[in-house]
Every structure is written in C-alpha cells, then in structure tokens.
C-alpha cells in the first residue's frame, strides 16, 4: 500500500510564488508516489474575518490554481475542508488533548496576536489544532510545506503521540517534507520575511496570477543590498533571495546561475529574473484558464466523498476508544 501525504492551503489573498516553490511544486511532484490529499482550508481562513462572497469565490479559485500547479485529479484527491465535518469534530478531541502552553509556545500564534492583548481571536490561538486534525484524520505519512509550517508540524506529532500513549495505537506519526531550497521565499521588499499573501505591500509577492507587465515592476522595485555581485550569500539576504527564485524557477545549478551574472550587475539581473518568472508561470496561467467552474465544482464534490471515506472511520476509531459511540 502506497504511504499517504496531506497538505493544504488558505483560500484568502492571493497564492504567490513562495506558495508554489515552497509547498504546490513540491505536492505535484510527489502525488504519483504516494496516496494524496490536497485540501482547501476554508475553516482555517475564517480565524479571521473574511468577507462571504470573496471566501466562496476565493475557495474556488484556489481549486483552480491546485489544478494548473498539475495536481491529477485522476490520481490526488482535492477537497474543501468543511464539506469534510470530521476536520472540526476531531479538532474538538484534540482541543481537550493539548495544553496551553503548548499553543502559546506557537511562532505563529505569537505572530499574529501580536499588539492585540486579550483580543487576540480564540480561532487564531487553536488554528494549530484544526491542522492537526487534517494531518492525523488521514493517517498521513508525509506533510509537505514551508519552512513556517514546521513549528505546527512538531505539534501535531505531539498530540499523536500522547492520543496513542492515552487509548492505544490510533494515528500515524506525520514527518514534514520541507524542500532544501525554497522553504521560505522572502518578500520582495523586506528580504528578512516571509513572501505573504497577507502582506499589505503588494510589492513584496509575486503573485501566481499576476501579468507580466505587474511582474516586471515588482521585480524592478525589489530592494537590493549594497555591493554588485549578482552571487548566493547568506549574508545578503534580498539577492540571495531573488537569485533563489531564478535558480528555482529556470531548475538551472546554482554554479550556472551565478556564472550567467558574473560582471553584469543588478539592472541586468533584475530584467532577466522578471523574464525568467514570466516565462515560468506562463503555461501555468494558460492551464488556470482551461477550467470550467462547472468542472472544478465536481472534482470538489468527488473529491470530499473520498476524503469523507477514510475521515470518517479514523474518526469513529477515535470516539470508540474514548468511550463515544459513533
Ligand atoms: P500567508 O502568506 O498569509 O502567511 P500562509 O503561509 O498561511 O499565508 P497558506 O496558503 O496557508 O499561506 O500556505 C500554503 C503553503 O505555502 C504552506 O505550506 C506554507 O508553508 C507555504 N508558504 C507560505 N509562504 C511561503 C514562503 N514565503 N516561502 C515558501 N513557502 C511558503
Ligand atoms: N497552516 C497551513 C495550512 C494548513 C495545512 C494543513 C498544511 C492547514 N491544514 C494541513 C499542511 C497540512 C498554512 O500554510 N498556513
């Protein structure tokens, strides 16, 4: 039997490309190895608030892009999040199996509470434990994400652990895949964070959809650090990263990068690197636009009837060794 591995991503914002080269890339190249589950996180999008209409929408245009990133929908399962209820029912159970300090320990939460005191949203606090319910109703293997992701990861390792000590062997302890390069794509425009999708500065991310006049732009605003150079190096962090992104996006060695700048400067660099992207992404945006709403609506559909399957025994073996009848 083929080992599973689940990963998922927020329908809110815009999907960029440290999206891709983090996380997509990385589950479409793997799904043919293994059973696979990508979800449409809705329930994890309103731990803050969104606006209805642009949540449906958005919901289905992350389908859309899960579809033109090459995920088979012949082979992966795709499915939203909340037409699968067992994701908040287990989420529950394992809200009443961590603690506090366990959550408040949590880098994002930390993030993201920050300046807001007691006003802080319970969804944002527990956000952890929805994902960790997604990861252990599968009894997945392997998790593939971004570097951000690994913290949560951790924890949901945990919390399998100490359900399997409690009640007897029930989950599979995740492993997280975070690819050597590409785990964290930084801003464009402050290269010491994440590229964001909840970023107000537009300028920082390249965003999967964007055209290429947008691109060009963006990538001629990207902050440089002093010297000329055009080589990897830790300790320059915005060429670094743009160098990273054009090694990533042309799958050129690092050496061949490096050697197409050598003597050539940032103005050089920058023009070649929006090409590079442009090109990139092209035959991605032609594939987004091939789907029929009617068609993505369907793979959705079928897609939660098979995730439903499985969800729905592990969480019936959960509630019977609690003492719950299902
Ligand atoms: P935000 O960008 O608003 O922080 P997010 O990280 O919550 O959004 P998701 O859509 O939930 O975004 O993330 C999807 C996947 O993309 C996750 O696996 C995450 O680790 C990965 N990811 C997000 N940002 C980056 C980045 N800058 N570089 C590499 N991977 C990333
Ligand atoms: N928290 C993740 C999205 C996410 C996820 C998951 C990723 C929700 N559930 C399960 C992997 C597995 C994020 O990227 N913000």
């Known amino acids: ?29 793997l799904q043919k190895d293994y059973e696979s589950f990508f979800c449409i996180v809705n329930l994890h999008a309103i731990t803050v ?35 699968v209820p067992e994701h908040a029912e287990l989420a529950w159970v394992l809200c ?24 802080v949203g319970t969804g944002i606090f527990v956000y952890p434990l929805l994902m960790a ?41 995740p492993e997280p895949y975070i690819p050597p390069v590409g785990s964290k794509i930084q801003s464009l425009q402050n290269p010491t964070k994440k590229m964001s999708k909840s970023d107000e500065d537009a300028n920082g991310a390249i965003f999967l959809l964007d055209d290429a006049d947008s691109i060009r732009k963006k990538i001629k605003k990207a902050v440089t650090d002093s010297g000329m150079e055009v080589k990897f190096d830790e300790s320059r962090p915005a060429i670094n990263n743009l160098l990273t992104i054009y ?9 061949e990068c490096e050697a197409r700048f050598a003597g050539k400067g940032y103005g050089y660099f920058k023009t070649e690197l929006a090409e590079a992207i442009i090109e990139f992404l092209k035959p991605f945006q032609q594939r987004a636009k091939s789907f029929k709403d009617e068609e993505i609506v369907e793979i ?27």
């Open 96 to 119: 009443c199996i961590a603690r506090m300090g366990e959550l408040e320990r949590m880098t994002q939460f930390k993030d993201k509470s920050k300046g807001k005191g007691e006003n």
């Open 1 to 29: 039997m083929k080992k599973r591995i689940f990963s998922g991503a927020q329908p809110t914002g815009n999907l960029h490309i440290g999206n891709y080269l983090g996380a997509l890339k990385n589950w479409v190249a």
């Open 49 to 83: 608030p969104q606006n209805p209409e642009v949540l449906r929408r958005k919901t289905l245009e992350l389908a859309r892009i899960y579809l033109a990133s090459g995920i088979d929908p012949t082979h992966s399962v795709i499915f939203v999040q909340s037409d």
């Open 300 to 326: 959705l559909k079928s897609g939660a009837e098979k995730a439903r399957e499985i969800a729905s025994q592990t969480l019936k073996e959960v509630y019977d060794k609690m003492g719950i009848n299902r």
């Open 133 to 173: 319910s997604d990861i252990l109703l599968y009894k997945t293997h392997l998790v593939p994400v971004g570097q951000d992701q690994k913290q949560h990861l951790e924890l949901t390792r945990d919390l399998a652990e100490r359900f399997n000590r409690d009640y007897g062997e029930t989950f599979v302890i």
């Open 247 to 255: 090694r990533l996006v042309t799958n050129l060695p690092p050496e």
